[in-house]
């Protein structure tokens, strides 16, 4: 068993290593600018490693990623021994990770709820003055020991 600090080099060695295996040896033009790899995790006796990965596009492009992930598998694992010092190489289990694409869901939310503000004349998070407080707008931006002249 691997200490978890072991662990977690590994798991940072598996996925910088699996990043630029697919990135430049295998330079794929129907993934290499949609895949990305999240995160590893590694099993405490380094046997399976959980790939995740995330894909910008639309369904499409992630089932493209996964037929790509699946076949390349065997390819990506020897590829991936030349690079880990591990007595043994870990089987490859690839995940698809939604959070990026939630994250990116969520951000056009806020930026459609950010234009529709605006479109209303309402007040947005960048455009309203919430960070002053009531002494800095009468005394223009200075607080009330800045104003007095200590001489």
Request: hydrophobic share 30%; glycine share 6%; proline share 3%.
């Amino acid at each position: 068993m691997a200490t978890p600090r072991r662990v977690e080099r590994v798991q940072k060695q598996i996925l910088r290593s699996i990043s630029n295996i697919v990135l430049f040896d295998m330079k794929d033009p129907r993934t290499a600018k949609t895949l990305t790899f999240t995160k590893c995790k590694v099993s405490r006796d380094l046997a399976v490693a959980k790939v995740y990965y995330s894909v910008l596009g639309n369904e499409s492009d992630r089932r493209t990623a996964e037929g790509f992930l699946e076949h390349s598998k065997n390819y990506i694992r020897e590829r991936l021994g030349e690079d880990l010092t591990t007595r043994t190489l870990p089987q490859l289990e690839f995940i698809f990770d939604p959070s990026v694409e939630g994250a990116i869901k969520i951000s056009e939310t806020l930026r459609e709820l950010e234009e529709e503000r605006e479109q209303l004349g309402e007040p947005t998070a960048a455009g309203d003055d919430a960070g002053e407080t009531e002494s800095e707008n009468a005394n223009g931006g200075e607080d009330d020991e800045g104003s007095a002249q200590n001489d």
